[in-house]
């Protein structure tokens, strides 16, 4: 059974923008420091900045909530298997609305180019 179902699509150039204005503080109030590290190690950061923002927001939506006071940017985070297939690990307020909606599995999709970036993420029950 489905929970819910967040999608989330976002332009690379806001979160690009955001980064060169605000630098280090953006990064930290919105990412891990797994991410963080991970997206800047890629050519192109602000395209795997911005799916993992996208992400961020699909699973507040999917959540029903959005980000603010039950679910923050740092309860959710994103990361990578083996196979570089994405992935979430929730803390915090995250962790306890997964447990309180009954989720069981979690999933979450991601996409990425030079403009823009997208993310599907769907709790399962």
Known sequence: MIFGVGMDLIETSRIEASWKRFGKRFLARVFLPEEIAYCLSMKFPARHLAARFAAKEAVSKA???????????????VRRDPNGRPFLLLHGG????FRECGATRAHLSLTHHE???????????
Do not use: N
């Open 94 to 97: 995250g962790e306890r609305l």
């Open 63 to 77: 959540f029903g909530t959005g980000i603010g006071a039950q679910l923050g940017w740092k309860d959710i985070e």
């Open 115 to 125: 403009t823009a970036a997208a993310a599907v993420a769907v709790l399962e029950c």
